[in-house]
């Protein structure tokens, strides 16, 4: 019975904090810490349960993209789209044979979310609440699929937020837009990543307690779908430094109280 509450638990974590721009590593660290670590496969599907909660929201724009490529404003975007994800997966596959990639330990994740705060708040310096900016450029393609190379890179940093604020920095100025962007860049590369993962693990003979992967699963779907509907909702009225906030106080904490 602990091991499916402790599932849940992980779950739930995994799902608030996937996608909101606050470092779901740096949460689950602490969970580990004080709940004890969970196999790869396991860690592997309560992200997989986050990306189909994503899936599942923007289920309506995916299918109008898919089947509306003869209109030219779909067909750049998914263009865009394509060219941030083939830029994540030939630098990521680069990254990953060089080892470039530093250890899922407290301290770097610490340091991360701090300085990922810190970025933060000088994009949001830089970007005006109601900015009506909304263009998605090859620039800021190209800057969403390098910051998705960052993030896998430097654990801690999150995903979310750094391809959020680059699209942001980079010239989509609207919250809105840039995070619909990042969003949608993210389904492909983390089905790509997981899907790969799931393989790898499943082929070396991982032995998984299956009942407690599947209440983990569910609970980071249901958890992940209400934390994006909330924060697509937060966002069209307030700005991101509250999670930049969070951030420096968790980063800070972490730090200095774990060692």
């Keep these: 019975m602990q091991d ?4 849940l638990i992980f779950g ?3 799902g608030i904090t996937e996608f909101l721009p606050i470092s779901s590593t740096g949460h689950l660290l602490i969970a580990q810490h004080w709940l004890g670590a969970k196999s790869e496969l396991f860690n592997i599907g309560i ?3 986050a990306i189909l909660a994503v899936t599942l929201i923007y289920r309506k724009r995916l299918w109008q993209l898919a089947t509306g490529l003869q209109d030219a404003h779909n067909r750049d975007y998914a263009l865009k789209l394509s060219a941030a994800f083939l830029i994540t997966a030939v630098l990521g596959f680069i990254a990953g044979k060089m080892g470039l990639s530093l250890p899922d330990s407290v301290q770097p994740v610490a340091w991360a979310l701090v300085l990922g705060a810190l970025v933060m708040f000088w994009a949001e310096h830089k970007t005006g609440l109601d900015d009506a900016e909304t263009a998605i450029t090859w620039k800021v393609a190209v800057a969403v699929g390098l ?4 993030a896998a890179v430097f654990p801690g940093t999150s995903r979310s937020a750094a391809t959020i604020f680059a699209a942001m920095m980079f ?3 609207n919250r809105f837009a840039a995070t619909e962007f ?3 860049v993210g389904i492909p590369t983390m089905y790509a990543a997981s899907g790969y993962a799931l393989l790898k693990e499943l082929s070396a003979g991982a032995d998984e307690n299956w009942a407690a992967f599947a209440v983990g699963f569910t609970a980071s ?3 992940a779908f209400i934390a994006v509907k909330w924060l697509l909702k937060y966002i069209q009225t307030h700005r991101f430094t509250g999670f930049a906030w969070y951030r ?3 980063g800070g904490a972490l730090i200095l109280l774990v060692q």
């Design 221 to 223: 779907t249901a958890t």
């Design 147 to 150: 910051a998705q190379v960052v």
């Design 248 to 250: 420096i106080v968790l």
């Design 4 to 7: 499916l509450i402790n599932a």
């Design 171 to 173: 010239g989509t100025r």
């Design 12 to 14: 739930i974590i995994e």
């Design 182 to 184: 990042a969003f949608l």
């Design 47 to 49: 992200q997989a349960g």
